[in-house]
């Protein structure tokens, strides 16, 4: 998505100007996701191009109200119902380290992992300390932070199970001790 | 040095002999300080609880030192052991060891009454623990009387009531849904933030995460650990 899809949605809401799109965006994306308004008055403008926005008014200090077109409304329904379609992501640029890793078999796999694991284990702390700092009603930013830390614990469950299916792994020393290594070793 | 509350050096603990050995920990370092939070995780089986009981003092490692407050743990005797137990160290079990014949309240206000805590003083301590992890309705319930949820609340305000500087805890968010969870951890982490030094254990990298460093173990070894980044990202920078 875009913040075409952004604005389309806020101008369901009755006929606004660029500044108040602007202000309401980040609002509601609890400041996840800021704006300039260069970016608002272009997508305006590109919008208005393929006729789902047209111009309503101008304000008493100048500036441009759009409202949506039937086609703007029709986009809006469509988008609002249509599931998020994930396939697109599919290349994903762990995965594809990952992959490529075990096939060219020129780095340790497991050293990968590793040191994702480290760092998406740092970032996770960092969610959760903003997390942890966030006011309570801040529902849109708190909304925000879960999907961001859920989206970083998923990634640390999938490189353990990665780390599991590595045939490597089970060269790994175990805690349980040979026999035959344990002779020599007094309790 | 900043001064520790918990600090473990080559710490090791080895459960049976010959082909049963296991290694379930091996020459660990960890220091825990006042105001922190850290949290032990990994595999089952990796060794967490086994932490946990050392730290606790209700087991004793086969190498190592362990210090907790200061005090050699490998110098006192059994009662000054329990002595440590009841004023310096909190614990939340991985079971939840409630007395079924004490109400929630009284089950809360023991460890401070065994303490010889004032019994009127006790109980608003152990009042004011169980509000906290929103139980503040059902202080008078028994255990039988509340659900598994609850029960482990009860024995969660147990283990963090009082003034105790050493608070452990194994897998506290166990059987908890996601919001009783982020409450019990929410608690956790502000005793720390007043001063307490925290050991949380968890298989649960999501609720690891909550702690300021994060220990990871391997076959009962310490492997890595992460800290949190001396610059956190801003809201700014995780626009979606
Ligand atoms: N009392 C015991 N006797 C023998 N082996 C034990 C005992 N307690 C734990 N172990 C073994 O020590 C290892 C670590 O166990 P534990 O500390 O309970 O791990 P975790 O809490 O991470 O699941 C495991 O291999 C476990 O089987
Ligand atoms: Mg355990």
């Keep these: 998505m875009g913040i075409r899809e952004g604005l389309l949605v806020l101008l369901a809401d009755g006929p606004k100007h660029g500044y108040r799109l602007k202000g309401e965006f980040e609002e509601a994306t609890g400041q996840a996701w800021p704006l300039n308004i260069g970016q608002v008055y272009t997508t305006l403008g590109r919008l208005e191009r393929d006729g789902l926005v047209e111009l309503d008014t101008t304000d008493s200090e100048g500036r441009k109200v759009y409202r949506l077109t039937k086609a703007g409304r029709a986009e809006v329904r469509d988008w ?22 075990l096939f060219a078999g020129v780095a340790d796999p497991l050293a990968v992992v590793d040191t994702q694991r480290a760092a998406t284990m740092t970032a996770l702390q960092d969610l959760h300390r903003l997390k942890q700092e966030t006011d309570p009603d801040d529902l849109p930013w708190l909304l925000h932070l879960d999907r961001l830390i859920l989206r970083a614990e998923a990634e640390l469950r999938w490189l353990d199970l990665v780390e599991d299916r590595l045939p490597e792994r089970r060269r790994r020393p175990a805690a349980v001790h040979e026999p035959a290594e344990t002779e020599e070793v007094t309790g | 040095m900043t001064e520790v509350i918990l600090r473990m050096r080559r710490v090791g603990r080895t459960y049976g002999e010959g082909s049963r050995r296991v290694d379930a920990l091996v020459d ?8 922190e939070l850290v949290a032990v995780t990994g595999r089952s089986g990796s060794g967490k609880s086994t932490l946990l009981n050392l730290a606790g003092t209700l087991d004793r490692p086969t190498t190592g030192t362990i210090e907790v407050d200061g005090r050699h743990l490998g110098d006192l005797g059994p009662r000054r052991l ?9 614990i939340v079990f991985q079971e939840l060891n409630l007395i079924p014949s004490l109400t929630a309240a009284e089950n ?27 139980l503040g309705a059902m202080v008078d319930r028994y255990p039988d009387e509340l659900s598994g949820g609850e029960q482990q609340r009860v024995a969660i305000a147990r283990g963090l009531v009082g003034t105790r500087t050493l608070l452990l805890a194994d897998e ?7 919001l009783t969870g982020e409450a019990i951890l929410r608690l956790l982490r502000s005793r720390c933030d007043a001063g307490a030094a925290g050991l949380l254990v968890t298989h649960d990298p999501g609720w690891a995460a909550w702690a300021d460093r994060v220990v990871l173990l391997r076959s009962g070894r310490i492997e890595s650990v992460t800290e949190r980044s001396a610059t956190p990202p801003t809201p700014a920078e995780l626009r979606a």
């Design chain 2, 82 to 90: 329990a002595e440590l137990r009841r004023r310096t160290i909190g």
């Design chain 2, 108 to 134: 809360v206000a023991l460890p401070l009454e065994l303490d010889g805590t004032d019994l009127r003083v006790a109980r608003q301590a152990a009042e004011a623990a169980l509000d906290e992890v929103g």
């Design chain 2, 172 to 178: 506290p968010t166990g059987a908890l849904d996601e």
């Design chain 1, 80 to 101: 609002l119902t249509r599931p998020v379609d994930h396939r697109l992501d599919a290349r994903d640029e762990l995965s594809m380290k990952l992959l490529l890793t």
């Design chain 2, 28 to 35: 660990v370092d960890l220091d825990v300080a006042p105001g």
